[in-house]
């Protein structure tokens, strides 16, 4: 970068070697930054009071950061392969697929943390009461499990990442040491669920039923607590195993 001084009453122009010429004028203070080149820019004007001498301005042309708008850009295309379903979202139809009941028992193990999978995982309206056995640690990633019955089931251990759960029974379920995270339990039914030492991680739990939940030792953020708190539905045990106020 290359500075240049001037008395007051003097002017003066100055070349660099990338084509740019800074002219300079002493009697009115200003300077000016010309460039060959044919772009875009943004003037910045500045102006100055001090000493009560007036004003003096300073105006400049600088090139647009192209990379400023290659970012927005691409954070703006960023989106990832989720099949989480939004609030007011079209689920997608109902598989098909004779034993998709079934496909509980195998899970899911592909990308466990972000809900991607090689196929939908579609356990819509499946009864599962009182399985004791085949879900138990299971990864149902993504799973849509709305209106299905889980009453009874030991489902320990299992993830349940982004999984779309609502309407869906887990009266009596058992979720200890399990990953809830950014689950949908709106309006499920999930009285007297244990959530010992549950990961509850981004869940929402919007008009569900929590009567008699167990929640101890519960793994669950700040934020998510204070939500899960508004929950009315939650006994006072329960209440005070969260930590709500």
């Not at 010992?196 to 929640?215: E, P, R, W």
Request: net charge positive; with cysteine.
């Amino acid at each position: 970068m290359a500075s240049a001084s001037a008395s007051i009453g003097s002017s003066m122009s100055i070349p660099s070697s990338n084509g740019v010429r800074v002219s300079c004028s002493g009697s009115s203070k200003r300077c000016r930054i010309a460039s060959p080149r044919r772009h875009r820019s943004i003037r910045i004007s500045c102006s100055i009071i001090g000493n009560g001498h007036g004003h003096e301005e300073i105006s400049s042309t600088f090139e647009e950061l192209r990379g400023v708008t290659f970012g927005v850009l691409a954070t703006l295309a960023i989106t990832a392969a989720s099949p989480v379903i939004a609030a007011g979202q079209r689920l997608p139809p109902l598989s098909t697929e004779p034993n998709r009941c079934e496909r509980a028992y195998v899970g899911n193990t592909i990308g466990q943390a972000n809900g991607v999978y090689d196929k939908p995982i579609d356990l819509r309206f499946c009864d599962y009461t009182n399985d004791k056995s085949n879900l138990k640690g299971k990864s149902l990633a993504a799973a849509l499990m709305s209106d299905a019955k889980f009453d009874g089931a030991d489902m320990s251990e299992v993830i349940m990442s982004k999984a779309y759960a609502v309407g869906a029974s887990f009266k009596g379920v058992d979720f200890t040491n399990a990953i809830l995270d950014r689950v949908n339990f709106e309006k499920a039914n999930l009285q007297g669920a244990s959530f010992k030492n549950t990961v509850l991680s981004g869940s929402t739990f919007n008009d569900a039923q929590l009567q008699d939940a167990i929640f101890e030792d519960t793994i669950i953020g700040y934020i998510d607590l204070q939500k899960i708190c508004t929950n009315k539905t939650i006994s006072p045990d329960g209440r005070a195993e969260l930590g709500c106020r």
